[in-house]
Structures are given as C-alpha cells and as structure tokens.
C-alpha cells in the first residue's frame, strides 16, 4: 500500500501564493505518475496538474496553466504544487494522488492511491 499526506493548504489572499506538499510512504517505488486534483464546496472533484514519474512530463487543466507548477522530488517521495496569482475561484480542498502505472491523465478513477487532502482558501 501507498499512503499519501497533504500539508501547506492556508487562508491566502487573491493574488497570493501556496505550496502544496505531498509525502507518500509504503510502496513508494510502486509510483509512477501522481498529480493533484480538487473539489470545491458543491462542485464535483477536477483534474488540476499531473506529473511523470522522471518528472520530465507534465499536465495541466487550463484553468491552472501559466500560475501552478507541479514538480517531484523523488529522493523525498514528494510532489509539490507551487500555485501563484491564486484567485477565489481556486478555493478548494486539494488532493494529491498517485498511479501505479505510467499515467498524468485527468481521469481521477485512473489513480490508485488518495490522500485525505488539504484545504485552500482564497479569500480577502
């Protein structure tokens, strides 16, 4: 098993930067792509970003292109996602998951492993 724990979700102000981090533990080298994903209050959970297991692929949502940066370090079995020029609209908690095969899809079911996910705030 995998297991997978969110930090550095906060209240931040519109325009204002987070990072989000994601430690997995367990049977890390059974990882390959992993990627976040959110659900807002009344909404359904969205794709945001998604990366390859060497790092030298990524996927973004539209929605997030140009101000979310998602990156790996596999030494500390950790994803990050740097968000910058966040908007209210991004408010959110986020997911971090992770696949078991070589996928940086938007498919969320496409994913074996969650997390219990962290809180985003965008507010002033």
């Known amino acids: 098993q995998v297991q997978l724990v969110e930090s550095g979700g906060g209240l931040v102000q519109p325009g204002g930067s987070l990072r989000l981090s994601c430690a997995a533990s367990?049977?890390?080298?059974?990882?390959?792509?992993m990627g976040w994903f959110r659900q807002a209050p009344g909404k359904e959970r969205e794709f945001v970003a998604a990366i390859s297991r060497s790092g030298g692929s990524t996927n973004y949502a539209d929605s997030v292109k140009g101000r979310f940066t998602i990156s790996r370090d596999n030494g500390k079995n950790t994803v990050y996602l740097q968000m910058n020029s966040l908007k209210p609209e991004d408010t959110a908690v986020y997911y971090c998951?992770?696949?078991?095969?070589?996928?940086?899809?938007?498919?969320?079911?496409?994913?074996?492993?969650w997390g219990q996910g962290t809180q985003v705030t965008v507010s002033s």
């Open positions: 367990g049977r890390t080298f059974s990882i390959y792509g």
């Open positions: 998951a992770a696949a078991s095969r070589s996928y940086i899809g938007s498919n969320g079911p496409s994913y074996a492993y």
